[in-house]
């Protein structure tokens, strides 16, 4: 800490006073000094009269130390770092500032924010640096690509069940599509792509990491090595339907722009769901209709190219068909089938041998032969079975009649070919007979 008579400069106030000592006694020009300085000529005669009349502090000038002319007023410093105590609590300078201009009519730059949060030492999630990665260039066209991914996390923080957010944003102009779901599988899956079809329209391909519910784990069949193909999730297979291709990526950080997008939500929209007291995947979802189209407009970018290559879907296509897990299952010959630990009865007469069971997105079941549905019901209740009861029976034991071969007597008859007497012949003499 400085007294009143002890002047506080840095290094180049020091510099700047001996150049200008020299200058005031003659050793050097002050041109010369403007030189050294880097300094105008004009400013050095300035800085000669200053120092001059009132020593060497001087040097500093005249505003330092002085409050700032666009300093907040303390009182709404206060009320500022209040809100970020309570109110906005673990909210970073940014998303701070924000929501204190639009909620709380407090006009503050992030940085002059971030400075108070420094000072009173208020956490807050802070930067981290990421390891080099090479950078990949932007699709040139909107629907050119979009990367999707499943975030796990307590979006709810305590108020709500844990659940996965589905996330999908275009690569080329960075506008996002989100949903809460239960789970991360085939159906939520396919739900959350129905919705991005319906508000923005097929997009050429999907790029995606290599979870099973995209990427299929089961071997080639001779089959498929025949025709070089690999095998398909039902996710996967629901894309290739309509006609998407479908991109795996071999890192998190391949796809990097739904993995920022996931981040950048586990920050800003957890906090806006706080301040609106949501704690249900419903109200979480009409929140993001509305949040959204905000979102993007204001961290979207423009395409490189003009043109949206989204298709619309053709008229005429059951999405709900191409949109659910298909599963074959063999009819048995009394018109039942088997599926998910459950037995089924057909109804209608059909000369099929297998049938393909949909699951919808929406919970139904639908069981169809070729282009034709069947109809159906449940077996809850299967008939009892019958309990064969062990009947003790005594063993009969069988004796032998008196003519039977076992009691005749033993007699010796050498015409029977075992009691006939073996001959050879001598190896020497071939006419001489020899008894065994």
Known sequence: MTGKDMIAMSQEDLRRLEVIHKAIDKRVTQVEAAEIL????????????????NGDK????????????????????NRAINLCRKTYEGFGPTLASEKLFERDD????????????????LPYKDRKKRPHRQWRERKHHYGQMVQMDGSHHDWFEGRGPWCVLMGYIDDATGIPFAKFCTYEGSLTAMSGFKGYIKKHG????????????????????????????????????AISELGVQLIHANSPQAKGRIERLFETFQDRVIKEMRLRKIGSIEDANKFLEYYIPVFAKRFGVPPAKEGDLHRPLPKGIDLNR?????????????????????????????AAKKLIVEERIDGSMIMRYKDTVLRFKEITTRPAKKKKLYEFKMRKIYTPPADHPWKRSFKFNPQYPQYQQREKVAPKEKGLLLTV
Do not use: M
């Not at 001087?58 to 410093?77: E, F, T, V």
């Not at 063999?330 to 630990?341: E, G, R, S, Y």
């Open 38 to 53: 880097d300094l105008s000529d004009r400013q050095i005669r300035r800085l000669v009269i200053r120092v001059s009349e």
């Open 58 to 77: 001087g040097i500093i000038h005249l505003s330092r130390g002085q409050p700032s002319h666009n300093a907040k007023d303390p009182k709404i410093k």
């Open 106 to 121: 407090i006009e503050i730059s992030r940085e002059t924010l971030r400075q108070w949060l420094k000072r009173e030492k």
């Open 202 to 237: 097929i997009p050429l391909s999907v790029y995606l990491d290599k979870h099973t519910t995209y990427k299929s784990t089961k071997k080639r069949t001779i089959e498929d090595e025949l025709n070089d193909i690999d095998p398909l999730s039902q996710f996967g297979r």
């Open 322 to 350: 191409i949109l659910c897990v298909k599963t074959e299952r063999t009819l048995n010959n009394d018109f039942t089938i088997a599926h998910d630990k459950k037995l089924y009865q057909i109804l209608d007469n059909t």
